[in-house]
C-alpha cells in the first residue's frame, strides 16, 4: 500500500506542477499567487510520498494535498477534475488499501499446500 501511495502522490504532483502554467495562462491567475499554491501542493505531494512508509504523517500530508488540489479547483475549474480525480483514488487506496494489506499477509503466513 505505502508503494502505491507514494506513486499516487509522485504522479499527482507532476499534474500540480503541470498545471501551474495552465492557471496562469487561461485562468488568469498571478504568477506568485499560482506558483505559492502550485508549490505548496506539489510540497505536500513530495513530503507525503517520502513519509508514507513511516506511517500515519504520510498519509495525512497526502490527504491534505488532496484537499489542495480539490480546493484548486474553485480557481482553475480543470483542477476540479483532475483533483477530484486523485482524491477518489486517494480514497479508494485508504479503504481498500488495508485490507489487501491483511489478505497479503494472511497469504504468506499460511503454510504452502502440499501437492
Not at 18 to 28: E, Q, R, S, Y
Not at 51 to 66: E, F, I, K, N, S
Not at 79 to 105: D, H, T
Request: hydrophobic share 60%; charged share 15%.
Amino acid at each position: 500500500m505505502n508503494r502505491i501511495a507514494a506513486a499516487l502522490l509522485s504522479i499527482q504532483l507532476i499534474v500540480v506542477l503541470l498545471a501551474v502554467p495552465v492557471a496562469i495562462h487561461i485562468a488568469d491567475v498571478g504568477r506568485g499567487a499560482a506558483w505559492l499554491a502550485g508549490g505548496g501542493i506539489a510540497l505536500l505531494c513530495v513530503l507525503g510520498a517520502a513519509t508514507v512508509r513511516r506511517g500515519r504523517p504520510g498519509y495525512v500530508l497526502g490527504t491534505a494535498a488532496q484537499v489542495g488540489s480539490v480546493a484548486a479547483g474553485f480557481v482553475v475549474p480543470e483542477m476540479l477534475i483532475l483533483g477530484g480525480i486523485f482524491a477518489l483514488l486517494w480514497f479508494i487506496l485508504l479503504r481498500i488499501g488495508p485490507q489487501v494489506e491483511r489478505e497479503k499477509a494472511a497469504r504468506e503466513a499460511a503454510p504452502p499446500d502440499p501437492e
